[in-house]
């Protein structure tokens, strides 16, 4: 399939191999190993590095590319365009038009049968890819920016592991619109480095429940999160 027959609703389906690529990138990424406007690897430094193939590589920058998550300039490179700051206002018309509560409802909707079909459907290599973001989300102390960045890509790697890529798509909106400035105000003001911390042990026993197949368990986390991020809203109303 050339890159001019992909899909841009987002419902485009990469192989496994273009997956782990994508994947191990866009950990470098929000992990900052690649900071913001930096130039990325060239294609061929990235397959040695990979172990794959050039048009490997080169189909899975054309997905980040297609994410937002880099920008290709003619002649020049890759460059990473990720906010990690997470100041930069919500890039969907849709995402841009939700309220908070209106969110809530749509990740009570979306987030259990993600999960569920996560936890059946992720690879090892998924759940590998799952632990590195994790072992970054547990070395945040008191930056309460750095650790949503990284709890939203934690999430968008469950929902990627759903093997579904239209409920991928859907969640991408989702994670659209956590991003508004409302929810970056709101974390800012009630992740104190103990509710990091808190926080933290949680995604761990998540983590934990995920490699283990465990459904109920990782459906149990949640639902509390979800009740955890009502009970913040309705502290802020």
Do not use: W
């Amino acid at each position: 399939m050339s890159n001019s027959s992909l899909p841009s609703s987002g419902a485009y389906l990469p192989g496994a191999t273009v997956k782990y690529v994508i994947e191990t990138l866009l950990t470098r990424i929000v992990t900052q190993e690649y900071a913001s406007e930096e130039r990325l690897p060239s294609e061929r430094q990235l397959a040695q590095d990979l172990g794959v193939a050039r048009n490997t590589v080169r189909e899975a920058l054309d997905q980040l590319e297609a994410r937002g998550m880099i920008r290709r300039r003619a002649g020049s490179g890759s460059f990473v365009t990720y906010d990690p700051d997470g100041e930069a206002s919500a890039t969907s018309p849709v995402a841009a038009d939700v309220g908070p509560l209106q969110l809530q409802v749509m990740r009570g909707i979306i987030e259990p049968e993600m999960m569920r079909l996560a936890v059946i459907n992720m690879t090892p290599r998924q759940i590998e890819a799952l632990s590195v973001v994790l072992s970054k989300m547990e070395a945040v102390q008191a930056d309460a920016t750095a650790f949503v960045r990284l709890e939203e890509e934690f999430h968008r790697l469950i929902a990627e592991g759903t093997g579904n890529p239209l409920l991928l798509a859907c969640y991408n909106l989702v994670l659209d619109a956590r991003r508004q400035a409302f929810r970056t105000a709101m974390y800012r003001r009630h992740l104190t480095p103990a509710r990091i911390a808190i926080y933290q042990r949680g995604y761990n026993g998540l983590f934990n429940a995920i490699a283990a197949r465990d459904i109920e368990e990782a459906s149990e986390f949640m639902k509390l999160s979800l009740i955890e991020d009502q009970r913040i809203l309705l502290q802020e109303d």
